[in-house]
């Protein structure tokens, strides 16, 4: 007797759950049929007001209990993972959970970006990841037709709050263009830089603050809606950076490119010199020995830039007193221009 196997039919819920989803939000969905499924189960044609975007992306649909451990959804990577990962255009994930009636999304292609040749790909659930027609109008929508997620302020100001990486990352590209004439956004992502561990201080995050203090690579765009106001009131709070703080982004500094036109230092070059007690505080920190080199030779770069006054022997002293300190460079600078120009 032939049979259709239950297996089949907990398949088909997947994708017929994301097939209802998409098309409820006028997109297209493209099944591949099966014989020609080589690991991708459709392709998606993005539509906005009625109008395609000319994006395409690639879904790979996983349906069934068994791939949802009650703290995260797997995706068997078996042998696709060159497949996947040179896929022309964006591959993205989804798990369906019949138990819960839920599914949850990732892009396949970025989780390789970041944890390499894998056996399985893990989603952990989060405010971002689940595939709702919420979601997938306002942020999947928008983040692969190349547009910004649209979320609420009170979204924003949650996601801002978030350990979870994927939900800060929405939560400050969509704040800074919709919400930057907010000086509530200001703060929460100024306090985000004093609170945040270093390895969730990405660079978007330091470019974004540094538009308050006018860093040299800062593009003004009429894109987003802060005004004056705003940018003076981020600036006065800025001012309020303390040492500890000042120490965790001076290590964020890239040592190939120190600080220089189009680096993540020249937006915390900015930052740092627009704090209070700044000479003090760079003082300090360049004496503290217990340090790594690099962030006390930075501090003393950003230093004989903003020190106006007997810089020279204050330099030669730092050499002498720390003689570990590669600074030769720096002294030579301000012998030849009077201080140390990042920018010239």
Sequence with gaps: MTKYINTNAVSRDGVNFTRTLVEKVNCIFNETPQQYDLGIDAQIELIINEIPTNSIIAVQIKSGNSYFDKVKCKIPVDNHYDYWKNYPIDVLGIVYVPELEKAYWIDIKKYFET???????????????????????????????????????????????????AEFDIGLQSGFVYYSDKNEFWELIIQSIFDRNIEKIS??????????????????????KYNQNNLTYAKNSLKEINK????????????????????IGSSIESIISNAEMKEVKLSEIIYEKDLNNEIRENAVAIYASIKNSNIIN????IRRKNKELDIDFIIKAVEQFGRMYFYI
Excluded: C
């Excluded at 109008?137 to 949650?158: D, G, R």
């Excluded at 703080?245 to 680096?263: A, T």
């Design 115 to 165: 944890y390499g040749k894998v056996a399985t790909v893990n989603i952990y659930p989060n405010q971002v990841n689940k595939f709702t027609i919420k979601s997938f109008k306002n942020i999947i929508l928008q983040l692969y037709s190349n547009l910004t997620p649209i979320i609420s302020f009170s979204e924003v100001s949650l996601f801002l709050k978030s350990d979870i990486q």
């Design 203 to 224: 660079n978007e995050l330091i470019y974004y603050v540094s538009f308050a203090t006018n860093a040299v690579d800062v593009w003004h765009s009429t894109r987003y």
């Design 244 to 263: 500890e703080n000042i120490i965790k982004l001076l290590s964020i500094i890239n040592p190939e490119q120190s600080i220089s036109r189009g680096s």
């Design 314 to 317: 204050d330099l030669k002293m």
